[in-house]
């Protein structure tokens, strides 16, 4: 069974730091690309960033350009995001997805439970 598993959502005050996990299971990561989302109820879904473990292509959302940066462990199968200087507005139910190929036309599959990220005093 192919799966992506999301943790490390919490809790943050402004200005704090989170790091995000997707591990994947059933399936290796090598020839994909993987994308972090993110959602608030009730409004569009949102893309955050893309690293594509096939060809090396990254994308980042320009309202987290400085703060956010996603890599990816190969021995782990896995791809953080890294969450710097967080503010109110980032808080948000965050999904990682994984498609084949390059950052610049993937086509995501396969979709995470999503983990919950609040920012607030």
């Known amino acids: 069974q192919k799966e992506l598993v999301e943790s490390g959502g919490d809790l943050m005050q402004p200005g704090g730091s989170l790091r995000l996990s997707c591990n994947a299971s059933?399936?290796?990561?090598?020839?994909?690309?993987i994308g972090w989302f993110r959602q608030v109820p009730g409004k569009e879904r949102e893309g955050v960033s893309c690293v594509s473990r096939s060809d090396g292509s990254t994308y980042i959302a320009e309202s987290v350009l400085g703060r956010f940066t996603s890599s990816t462990d190969d021995i782990k199968n896995t791809v953080y995001l890294q969450m710097n200087g967080l503010k109110p507005e980032d808080t948000a139910v965050y999904f990682c997805?994984?498609?084949?190929?390059?950052?610049?036309?993937?086509?995501?599959?396969?979709w995470g439970q999503g983990t919950q990220v609040t920012v607030s005093s």
């Open positions: 997805a994984a498609g084949l190929g390059s950052c610049v036309v993937v086509e995501y599959d396969y």
């Open positions: 059933g399936f290796n990561l090598d020839y994909y690309a």
